[in-house]
């Protein structure tokens, strides 16, 4: 099995960048399509991005396209996610998450393992 632990959360003004990382733990990390979800105070849970196993495919949602950038290096067992002209719509606990296939997914129910979140606060 997987653990993940975010890091990288804070504060930042509108127009800011910040990089979030997810360290996993587990022999299997290579193998797994990875994602990262945000939920906002009051909302439900919302995909942001995902990455396949091999780093080769990427998804991202309309909301974020264009702005962030998820990326894996599985030698380091990490994955990150890029976040670049951020808006305040943008803040959220910041989840990182793995399933265990190799394919992309948007669900949360496709998904296995899940860390514990991290917090972005965008201001105006």
């Known amino acids: 099995q997987v653990q993940l632990v975010e890091s990288g959360g804070g504060l930042v003004q509108a127009g800011g960048s910040l990089r979030l990382s997810c360290a996993a733990s587990?022999?299997?990390?290579?193998?797994?399509?990875m994602g990262w979800f945000r939920q906002a105070p009051g909302k439900e849970r919302e995909f942001v991005a995902a990455i396949s196993w091999s780093g080769a495919s990427t998804d991202y949602a309309d909301s974020v396209k264009g702005r962030f950038t998820i990326s894996r290096d599985n030698a380091k067992n990490t994955v990150w996610l890029q976040m670049n002209s951020l808006k305040p719509e943008d803040t959220a606990v910041y989840y990182c998450t793995g399933r265990r296939y190799s394919g992309t997914a948007y669900l949360r129910s496709s998904y296995d393992y899940w860390g514990q979140g991290t917090q972005v606060t965008v201001s105006s």
């Open positions: 587990g022999r299997t990390f290579s193998s797994y399509a």
